[in-house]
C-alpha cells in the first residue's frame, strides 16, 4: 500500500474551491481532510502544495495518435503524445478508432488496441468512427459499446474517405439511442466543399489560405442543423466535435433552447488563432500550412462567440483535436496543393496551459469552469465520472497540483509533441503543473518527466447517462 499526501493546497473542482489536504492510497483519493486535520503519518510520499491548486488531470476528449491521413501518419503516437499530454497536465485522452471503410469495426478497433497498448504514458479510452452504417456493422455495435467504447463519430466532411451519408447518421444515431451511446458528428458539408476546393485548384488558388475560404463557415452551420434534425427525428443525444463557427453555434444554442440533448465541444485553436495564421506566408510563402487544420480557423472575431459559447455553458468541453504533422516531411506535401497539406495541428500538450492562461487569468472564465470544461465535463459526457474528472472520494488520483502564477513559454523548443514547429512558437503563458498524478504516481514533477511508457491503461466508458 502506497500513502500519499498532497498537503496545503486548495482544491478547485467544477463546483468548489477549498482548502484541503488530498490523501491518495494506491491509485485513488482515499480522502480528503481540512487543513491541518489529515494524520500524521507515516506517509509514503508528501507533497507540499501551499499557494498551489490541486485539480483534477485534464481530460482530452479528441486526440488522434499515429493516425494515417493523406498518405502519411500523425506524428505522435500514443508514446509520444500521451507524455506530451502529462507534460501539460492532460492526464486521460480518448482517441478515435477507425473502421475502414469495407472491413469491420471489430479491426478498426483491434488496430487501434494495440497501437496503444504498453506505449501509453496515461490513461486512454476510445470512440470509434463508422466509415461504413450497414448491417453488419449495425450489429457490431452493440459488442463495441459493451467494452467500454459508449461513442461512435461519423462524418459528413471528407467525400471517399469517411463521408457518411444521411440515412447512415440517421441509422447510426437509432442504433447509438438504443444502446445508451452517443453520436459524435464532424458536421460540415464536405461535398459541395470538394467542388468549391476543385475550382480554387483549377483557378491556380494553391496556398494555405484557400483551405479557409474553401471551407466556409455555412457548410458548417448546415451540417450541424442537418444533424440535429437527424438527431432530433432519431430521439438520439448528439455531441458536435470541434465545433468553430459562430452560425453553427447558434443553431447548437436553438436546439439546446428547445431542450434538445445537444452537445458541443471546441478547440483552442479557434479560441488564440484565426485565419490570420492561416494567411501568414514566412520565408517560403507556406507558413500558413502550420495552421491548417479542419474545420478550418476562422476570422478573429469568432473567437469571442466561442468563449460566449463557453461562459453559457452552450459549449461544454475544450478538446483540442490533436493531430500533428510535421512541416518537414508532412506538411510540405501540400506545398503545390493547400488540398493535399494534411489537415491537424499539435495541441495534446497545450491546452491546459492556454485556458488557464487566456481563460481564468483574462477573466473569460472562473477556474472552476475550466476545471469543468477540461476534466468534469468531457468526463461526465463520456462515462468516465466519477472515475475520473474530479477530486472526490473514491476517485481514480489523477491530480493536478497546479502552479497559477509560473510563467512559462510555448515553443517547439519548450514542448514536447513530436513536431517540428509550435503554433503558439513565443508566446508566454502563466500557469502549469508542478506535480502530474496518474492513479496515485507522480508522472511529472517541476518539468521532469518521471513515468514510463505502458504506464496507461485503457479505460472502459460507460454508456451516455446524462439525459
Ligand atoms: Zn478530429
Redesign the pocket.
Known amino acids: 500500500m502506497t500513502k500519499t499526501l498532497i498537503s496545503g493546497g486548495t482544491v478547485v473542482t467544477a463546483t468548489d474551491t477549498y482548502a484541503a489536504d488530498v490523501a491518495i492510497v494506491d491509485e485513488k483519493i482515499a480522502a480528503i481532510f481540512a487543513p491541518h486535520t489529515a494524520p500524521p503519518g507515516p506517509w509514503d510520499l508528501t507533497i507540499d502544495a501551499r499557494g498551489k491548486y490541486i485539480l483534477p488531470g485534464g481530460i482530452d476528449a479528441?486526440t488522434?495518435m499515429d493516425m494515417p491521413f493523406g498518405g502519411t501518419s500523425s506524428s505522435d503516437d500514443f508514446e509520444t503524445g500521451t507524455r506530451a499530454a502529462a507534460y501539460g497536465g492532460t492526464t486521460t485522452i480518448i482517441d478515435?478508432a477507425i473502421q475502414t471503410k469495407g472491413d469491420p469495426l471489430r479491426k478498426g478497433l483491434d488496430t487501434w488496441y494495440a497501437k496503444a497498448e504498453g506505449k501509453a504514458a496515461g490513461d486512454y479510452a476510445f470512440h470509434m468512427i463508422m466509415t461504413d452504417v450497414n448491417d453488419q456493422t449495425i450489429d457490431e455495435m452493440a459488442g463495441i459499446v459493451n467494452e467500454g467504447i459508449s461513442s461512435f463519430k461519423m462524418f459528413m466532411a471528407y467525400p471517399g474517405v469517411f463521408h457518411v451519408d444521411d440515412g447512415q447518421i440517421f441509422r447510426g444515431m437509432q442504433r447509438a439511442e438504443e444502446l445508451g451511446a452517443l453520436i459524435c458528428m464532424?458536421a460540415e458539408n464536405g461535398i459541395p466543399i470538394d467542388i468549391l476546393v476543385a475550382q480554387a485548384l483549377k483557378k491556380g488558388h494553391t496556398t494555405p489560405i484557400y483551405h479557409a475560404l474553401t471551407r466556409p463557415q455555412i457548410a458548417e452551420e448546415e451540417g450541424t442543423f442537418r444533424a440535429l434534425c437527424l438527431a432530433e427525428m432519431a430521439g438520439a443525444p448528439v455531441y458536435f466535435?470541434?465545433l468553430s463557427a459562430e452560425r453553427a453555434l447558434k443553431r447548437v444554442i436553438e436546439a439546446r433552447d428547445r431542450g434538445m440533448p445537444a452537445y458541443a465541444e471546441t478547440c483552442p485553436q479557434y479560441l488564440f488563432l484565426s485565419q490570420d495564421d492561416l494567411a501568414r506566408t514566412g520565408d517560403d510563402g507556406f507558413e500558413g500550412a502550420k495552421f491548417v487544420c479542419t474545420p478550418p480557423l476562422r476570422p478573429k472575431a469568432m473567437q469571442e462567440d466561442m468563449w460566449r459559447g463557453l461562459r453559457t455553458h452552450d459549449l461544454q468541453v475544450v478538446s483540442t483535436?490533436h493531430?500533428p504533422f510535421c512541416m518537414k516531411g508532412q506538411k510540405e506535401l501540400g506545398k503545390d496543393s493547400f488540398a493535399k497539406i494534411p489537415n491537424?495541428m499539435p495541441g495534446v500538450e497545450t491546452r491546459m496551459y492556454l485556458l488557464w492562461d487566456g481563460g481564468v487569468l483574462q477573466n473569460r472564465i472562473s477556474m472552476n469552469r475550466f476545471v469543468e470544461i477540461t476534466a468534469t465535463a468531457p468526463a461526465k459526457i463520456f462515462g468516465l465520472y466519477p472515475k475520473k474528472g474530479t477530486i472526490a472520494i473514491g476517485a481514480d488520483a489523477d491530480i493536478l497540483v497546479w502552479d497559477g502564477e509560473k510563467r512559462h513559454i510555448l515553443s517547439e523548443s519548450t514542448t514536447h509533441m513530436r513536431v517540428d514547429y509550435s503554433p503558439y512558437e513565443g508566446k508566454e503563458v502563466v500557469g502549469c503543473p508542478t506535480h502530474v498524478l496518474s492513479r496515485g504516481r507522480v508522472i511529472v514533477e517541476n518539468g521532469v518527466y518521471k513515468g514510463k511508457k505502458g504506464d496507461g491503461r485503457f479505460v472502459k466508458r460507460s454508456t451516455f447517462n446524462l439525459m
Open positions: 479528441h488522434h478515435f464532424h466535435v470541434h483535436d493531430c491537424g
